[in-house]
T-cell receptor, first 115, second 114 residues
Framework: KAGVTQTPRYLIKTRGQQVTLSCSPI?????VSWYQQTPGQGLQFLFE???????NKGNFPGRFSGRQFSNSRSEMNVSTLELGDSALYLC??????????????FGSGTRLTVV | AQSVTQPDIHITVSEGASLELRCNYS??????LFWYVQSPGQGLQLLLK??????LVQGIKGFEAEFKRSQSSFNLRKPSVHWSDAAEYFC????????????FGGGTRVLVKP
């Protein structure tokens, strides 16, 4: 079955611009999480969506936002880009049912470079 | 608060030798534990996971990990490494108590000598 699909794979933006990244989870997975990976800070949790609702949010400024659609696809948006937002953004989908999580599958990521 | 420590930033091992990567975690409830591997420029591939039950977990690519609650550890092992095992390895902890959030360690980069 198809894995987690993230688009685009690479993106170059200018400081001050905004960007939208997309994630299509595995079919049947209703939970989508986003992570930022940088050399200095490592892998950090951004937020998690389940059935179109944000259930959990990491310690990032309000410039980082997301949403989830009824088909479980998710987007994250970063406004007013800063150089420090350059990172690999990873999306993970998981099957969560009956209060139990069955593991996380990650996409290949979107490499964002801010210049 | 949950946390994960991977004490070794880099490990160099000869091809055919055994490998052990250390992971210590802090979590206030029953943890879900994971090991992921990442090749340069790629996403994270799940090697194995522990939710409950048998404390010795078998994964893909010949990897295994042992959960030791008393030591808050979840070390990853492989009896004989191959050159293709050169990558970065991440240990992570999560669970329903954490709202489906994974906390990752800093990673261990494995280099394989021929």
């Amino acid at each position: 079955k198809a894995g987690v699909t993230q688009t685009p794979r690479y993106l170059i933006k200018t400081r001050g611009q905004q960007v939208t990244l997309s994630c299509s989870p595995i079919s049947g997975h209703r939970s989508v999480s986003w992570y930022q990976q940088t050399p200095g800070q490592g892998l950090q949790f951004l937020f998690e969506y389940f059935s179109e609702t944000q259930r959990n949010k990491g310690n990032f400024p309000g410039r980082f936002s997301g949403r989830q659609f009824s088909n479980s696809r998710s987007e994250m948006n970063v406004s007013t880009l800063e150089l420090g937002d350059s990172a690999l953004y990873l999306c993970a989908s998981s099957l969560t049912t009956g209060g139990r999580n069955y593991g996380y599958t990650f996409g290949s990521g979107t490499r964002l470079t801010v210049v | 608060a949950q946390s994960v420590t991977q004490p070794d930033i880099h490990i160099t091992v000869s091809e055919g030798a055994s490998l052990e990567l250390r992971c210590n975690y802090s979590y206030g409830a029953t943890p879900y534990l994971f090991w992921y591997v990442q090749s340069p420029g790629q996403g994270l591939q799940l090697l194995l996971k522990y939710f409950s039950g048998d404390t010795l977990v078998q994964g893909i690519k010949g990897f295994e990990a042992e959960f030791k609650r008393s030591q808050s550890s979840f070390n990853l092992r492989k009896p004989s490494v191959h050159w293709s095992d050169a990558a970065e390895y991440f240990c992570a902890v999560g669970g329903m108590a954490a709202g489906n959030k994974l906390t990752f360690g800093g990673g261990t980069r494995v280099l394989v000598k021929p």
